[in-house]
């Protein structure tokens, strides 16, 4: 039988209470429980819980709870660190529009696959084409015509995708006031785990 004596201070006053080891931890000021008073005089005999102390036990446990704690955040910051293919494929069309709105050719064409067809003004373009080309007149007109994109909606067939939006560009390029709708769709597909457009057609036509 083991005898918890505490302080008066503590409401045990020397009484020789029986100590009962599950509702009696270790109560000096350097365990768990209340911080005694400086005045008070502690004695405690170690309390035993199946044959180990309970403050041995309480180390244990909290160990235990920080690995459960570090495993859980570790994986939840993993899952949000991966991107879906939809968010991927989304992040190349904006970030190529991105490009040709910032006067950025090389970034713009980085998102181009080697084979790309380009489809605009009533004419067929490559890469090469493209550069040499229109590439500098959608430039201009990005950074010129504000516009409003409505929702981009992405369909995904194994490696390939396809998106296709709608906008609304209203501004002035040069003497002439713009005002028009347009529609657009790009294709990509994933190389070497990349995705890259390989078509891109668009069409518009004067808002009335």
Known sequence: MRVLSCGSEWGGAELGHEENPAIHPRCDSGRVGL???????????EPILEGKPVHIKYRQTASILRGVLITTLVSAAGASGQQGPENQVGAVVDAFHAALAAG???AALSHLADDVTILESGGVEDKEDYRSGHLAGDMRFARAVPGERGEM????VGEVAWAHSTSVRQGRMGDREINSQGAELVVLARESGTWKIKA???SSRQRR
Do not use: E, F, G, T
């Not at 911080?35 to 005999?45: D, F, L, M, Q, T």
């Not at 909606?153 to 995904?156: H, T």
């Open 35 to 45: 911080r005694p008073s400086p005045r008070s005089k502690i004695s405690v005999s």
């Open 104 to 106: 950025d050719s090389a």
């Open 153 to 156: 909606k992405i369909s995904l």
């Open 200 to 202: 891109i057609h668009w």
